[in-house]
């Protein structure tokens, strides 16, 4: 799982091409650049990173609760050059809402 993509938005008049995409915590800025430049030859201007905890859930069974926690992931927030105005057909994108395709 190098990265997930989230979501994406085209660009607009006012504002350039923006790509949502999970990666993994240990990623650093640099590292997801230019790892969609060399890879996959996308202009990319500026990105931002956000980490988020893993849910924690509980599972009741007759005996006793079980508790369990999700990974931990980053997000990136990337913002595309302006010389890239649609971003579906850039990166492989699943339409269905709420599933990530792999890259």
Request: glycine share 4%.
């Amino acid at each position: 799982m190098p990265i997930l993509l989230d979501g994406a938005k085209n660009a607009t008049k006012t504002a350039p091409a923006t790509a949502t995409f999970r990666v993994k915590p240990k990623m650093t800025k640099h590292e997801i650049k230019e790892y969609l430049t060399k890879i996959y030859n996308l202009p990319v201007k500026k990105v931002n990173t956000a980490n988020f905890a893993g849910k924690r859930k509980r599972a009741m069974g007759r005996q006793k609760i079980v508790e369990y926690k999700y990974k931990d992931f980053k997000k990136a927030f990337v913002t595309f050059d302006d010389s890239l105005k649609e971003v579906e057909e850039s990166v492989a994108w699943d339409r269905n809402p709420g599933t990530a395709t792999e890259i």
